[in-house]
């Protein structure tokens, strides 16, 4: 099939779909449903897909710029599936990303009014949670009680992990920070929507507001995780309630931890200066926390069996958190404690979050005082795009991902490689890397090797069973919508309890749309967080 971005493209932006290599040499846009053809070009030379055993042609039809609906035709082929070109092309699939994390709130009842068909009960109050022995301290040993509410679910589980909050819930106030105008127009129909605060920020407040709680206020380090001992089943999150702990203070934690409220504390400071100042003041406990322990790495306990976000280099953790820090203060020792000099630049991952630093100095570079390094900060971001643009020239798909960047999670890659292109692109300009960044949306929404949206809900031909037990247990075929599968990647680590088999090993098509499938088609809010920027991105920067 012809491959291509099942929602289509804004008017002025790079337009480009995917096609098996046949007899044919060039290629037609029609008007959806007729032989009216639009627009006639050559396909590009024909090259090898490694990552997915095919041989393929580019379609680049950017010169379209008229809205209305499509289809691309190839003699030889079935027609592309239908698709638009318009001005609001993402608005509807940026509106539900984040509405998806409305969707996977703890510790409130959707209503109807707000979640539709997806309403349910509240589940996971977590207002009575253990203190795991790993977490014991002085004040609070362990068996004791304490109180820490709402918060998102990670991912299809129902546990709520810190150190993967911190670069979700980081890239939504970055979203917030980059695009303001995009999100103040925004209506999410969530409960709070209409209360003079941008729904974006009402929903990441949700979160911040449980993370604020995993600090103890005794010595200001941060709980690495609120889990239950074993996954719960895949029941609703009402039904699920074995008891909550919170486990061992992780340097991790903390940092990241610190990097979202200094974060934070900036960008709620016009709605709120009391909520800005607390975050303020607990970033800088949590720092002192992690100066303290630098290097109390997360070991999971025997007893404990869910997710565990471990990582035993926390030197990014500590660049992230300064340079957060140095912007929201203008304290030049933090801009030191970076090390900026030796920071190098990578695609952000749960684990590697350096470039988060250079992408918020990069953003906050007007107002940054004369201990930062402007060159430094600019060279950085650059060099990143400049890396990811030459993958993309390379692509037989035209995209920035490579063989080794089919990992768990694959889908979170390619966008957040949109996200740092999309940081260059606003630094100078260079138009590649607009077009790089909408290769990386193209990709997850339709232009990949298994030809499928990897958005619930959104296209013609999406992911359908996502590892998630909401959309597995509420007894509604469709799934639940705006959340992003993990995608392709090769690792088949759920292979064993999989009765259904995987398509294929090949990177690009290891891919299973079945439920069983946590490996391959989990969601997780830091999935999430990168489509709701580039989304957003490529609405406010691609020119009309
Ligand atoms: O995204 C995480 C991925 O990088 C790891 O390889 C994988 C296995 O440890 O875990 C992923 O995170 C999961 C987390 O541990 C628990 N909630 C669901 C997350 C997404 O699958």
């Not at 096609?19 to 290629?27: E, H, I, L, S, T």
Request: proline share 6%; net charge neutral.
């Amino acid at each position: 099939d012809i491959k291509l971005n099942q929602l289509g493209f804004l008017p002025g932006a790079a337009k480009v779909a995917v096609v098996p290599d046949g007899g044919a040499r060039a290629f037609t846009v029609v008007k959806a449903g007729s032989d009216a053809v639009v627009r006639s070009g050559t396909l590009g030379a024909a090259a090898a897909a490694q990552d997915s055993g095919e041989t393929v042609r580019l379609a680049d039809f950017s010169a379209l710029t008229v809205p209305g609906r499509y289809q691309l035709r190839v003699a030889g082929l079935p027609d592309s599936l239908p698709f638009e070109i318009g001005a609001a092309a993402y608005q509807a699939v940026n509106a539900a990303a984040i509405k998806a994390y409305y969707f996977n709130r703890a510790g409130i009842a959707l209503d109807a009014r707000q979640a539709g068909v997806y309403a349910r009960a509240a589940g996971h109050p977590d207002t009575q949670v253990l203190i795991h022995e790993s977490a014991a301290s002085p004040s609070r040993p362990a068996g004791a009680v304490i109180s820490s509410p709402k918060g998102w679910y990670d991912a299809g589980d129902y546990n709520k992990y810190i150190v993967n909050s911190g670069i979700a819930t980081y890239t939504l106030l970055a979203a917030y920070e980059d695009f303001p105008a995009f999100f103040r127009a925004q209506n999410l129909n969530i409960p709070e929507s209409g209360n003079g605060v941008p729904d974006l920020l009402n929903e990441a407040r949700w979160n911040l507001d449980w993370m604020l709680t995993m600090q103890d206020p005794a010595d200001g380090g941060v709980y690495h995780k609120l889990t239950n001992k074993s996954f719960d089943g895949m029941v609703m999150p009402a039904q699920a309630t074995q008891p909550r702990y919170v486990v061992q203070k992780s340097t991790a934690a903390a940092l990241d931890f610190a990097a979202v409220m200094a974060t934070a504390s900036r960008v709620y400071a016009p709605h709120d200066k009391a909520l800005a100042a607390r975050m303020l003041t607990a970033a800088q406990a949590a720092w002192r926390w992690a100066q303290a322990h630098p290097r109390a790495y997360y070991r999971q306990p025997q007893d404990v069996s869910t997710g565990d976000y471990g990582d035993h280099d926390v030197s990014d953790e500590f660049a992230w958190a300064a340079a957060e820090l140095f912007i929201t203060t203008g304290d030049a020792a933090y801009y030191r404690a970076m090390n900026a000099p030796a920071l190098q630049a990578t695609v952000p991952t749960w684990s590697d979050v350096r470039t988060l630093a250079w992408l918020s100095l990069a953003r906050h570079r007007k107002t940054l005082n004369a201990a930062a390094d402007q060159a430094l900060i600019a060279a950085r971001v650059d060099g990143l795009a400049q890396r990811l643009a030459a993958a993309w020239q390379q692509s037989p798909y035209g995209i920035t991902l490579q063989t080794r960047d089919y990992v768990w999670g694959s889908n979170a890659v390619v966008l957040n490689q949109a996200m740092v292109l999309l940081h260059a692109y606003r630094l100078n300009g260079r138009r590649a890397y607009l077009d790089a960044a909408q290769s990386g949306l193209d990709y997850v929404l339709g232009r990949n090797a298994v030809d499928i949206s990897f958005v619930t809900g959104y296209g013609a031909r999406s992911t359908m069973h996502p590892h998630h037990r909401p959309s597995e247990a509420d007894g509604i075929a469709a799934p639940v919508p705006g959340f992003l599968a993990g995608g392709p990647q090769p690792g088949q680590q759920d292979r064993q309890g999989c009765a259904a088999p995987y398509p294929s090993a090949l990177p690009a098509t290891s891919y299973l749309d079945n439920v069983c499938s946590y490996a391959s088609n989990e969601i997780a809010i830091n999935w999430n967080a990168p489509l709701v920027y580039v989304s957003a991105a490529l609405e406010a920067l691609t020119p009309a």
